[in-house]
């Protein structure tokens, strides 16, 4: 029986690689790519078979390596933050100083996030997950309207070097360190995530829904490179 990448979830595993899969019609051959935030993602043609795909993951691997470092390149360096009163924290853009408390929740109060005494990099980004989950559920609805997606739900999460990303049945997952950006950029994370409800892969259709959304969006693509080397992104948030 001939098990094709038809009959695996989105992500097919190769080694230390991830590989996020799309089937396309159109596709005559597999199309590997890197993607900005050095995720890897295939676009294949009906009925191509998991060990071909494996087989030519396997053998690009220099290749893809390659290009992955070059990526996180782009956003090396993320800053190095202590959990110590004064030290600055992002949110929806703006700055904020962290101030730490004896007791309580970690909450923005009179201009600075308050962090409980013995509190960690758990608590915080708990927090902006926590705050996340509504606020991006509201800025969304508008977009889905817009863009007539079928959205079924959205979460808040660590996804590693990625901003989001959406599975079939219309689920959207934001990165939690999303909500440090601006809200402008943070609409063009959205924008994106719902345009791969229509279309699977990062082709000229997929960046014509795109470009209908967000007019001018290869400029926001741009200033969300720029934004993520100031973004803070901690090991254990990933």
Known sequence: MLVTVSDFPG??????????VSVSERRKSV???????????????????ASEL?????????????????????????????????????????????????????????GR?????????????GWYRRVGQPWLTRRIQPWVTRMGAELTGLRVRPLGYRWGSCSRDGQVNIHWATMQLPPSLIDYVLVHELAHLHRAD????????VERALPGHEDYRERLRRAGNDLWLPEEGL
């Not at 494996?54 to 220099?62: C, E, G, M, Q, S």
């Open 113 to 125: 996030i308050e962090l409980p005494e013995g509190g960690g990099v758990k608590e915080l980004v």
């Open 202 to 209: 990062h082709g000229a259709e997929f960046r014509r829904i």
């Open 11 to 20: 992500v097919v595993r190769v080694g230390d690689l991830e590989v996020a």
């Open 31 to 49: 199309r590997l790519t890197v993607e900005r935030d050095a995720s890897v993602t295939a676009v294949v043609p009906p009925q191509t078979s």
């Open 54 to 110: 494996t087989t030519l993951v396997k053998a690009k691997r220099p290749w893809l390596y390659g290009k992955i470092a070059e990526k996180r390149e782009l956003g090396e360096a993320p800053p190095d933050k202590t959990l110590v009163s004064g030290e600055g924290f992002r949110y929806l853009g703006r700055s904020y100083r962290l101030r730490l408390v004896q007791e309580g929740d970690v909450r923005l109060i009179r």
